[in-house]
């Protein structure tokens, strides 16, 4: 069950850095483009679901509160 749910929340937090990636780049806005980026490369170094978890919320939080 670990593996099924590392690999939804690996498929949603991709989806959502791909979409912040399009929106950073079609705007032209650094700050979504690099957390675009850094939500579809990040999964790949984690190893356990909480961890993927927080550093996913964060991710997906920082341009809520950074505007640039």
Do not use: E
């Not at 791909?18 to 957390?35: E, T």
């Not at 909480?50 to 505007?67: C, Q």
């Amino acid at each position: 069950m670990d593996s099924a749910s590392m690999m939804l929340w690996v498929v949603l937090f991709g989806s959502i850095g791909m979409g912040y990636f399009i929106y950073g780049k079609r705007q032209s806005k650094l700050v979504p483009l690099c957390i675009g980026i850094a939500l579809c490369i990040f999964p790949y170094f984690m190893t356990g679901v909480t961890m993927l978890l927080i550093v996913g919320v964060v991710l997906v939080a920082i341009p809520y509160f950074i505007r640039g």
